[in-house]
Nanobody, 123 residues
């Protein structure tokens, strides 16, 4: 199982960016999918989470500005980021929890991270 994130870049404050993440492999189902971020010198923190039934959870700092969505058939998760602030500058990582995938003649379950994509917001 692999997660491939894309969509980061340099953007001015107040503008928007959309991050995408696709999981690949012999995936049967995924429980939670989410986005985390890590700024220089800071710990990695949860930005947004979405469960398999569409329930969402956001960090207070992004509530009302960011929207997470997913496509269960395609095993993808997106993060629409609006009204970006300089404090949103970080490396963003997608994560998939409770990934059930085909393994040999059976199934296995694991948690996986994407490779990270840089988001830089300038003033």
């Amino acid at each position: 199982v692999q997660l491939q994130a894309s969509g980061g870049g340099l953007v001015q404050a107040g503008r928007s960016l959309r991050l995408s993440c696709a999981a690949s492999g012999n995936i049967f189902s995924i429980n939670d999918m989410g986005w985390y971020r890590q700024a220089p010198g800071e710990e990695r923190e949860l930005v947004a989470l979405i469960t398999s039934d569409g329930t969402t959870n956001y960090a207070d700092s992004v509530e009302g500005r960011f929207t997470i969505s997913r496509d269960n058939r395609k095993s993808t998760v997106n993060l629409q980021m609006n009204s970006l602030k300089r404090d949103d500058t970080a490396v963003y990582y997608c994560k998939a929890d409770g990934v059930t995938y085909l393994y040999g003649f059976g199934r296995n379950i694991g948690n996986y991270w994407g490779q990270g994509t840089q988001v830089t917001v300038s003033s």
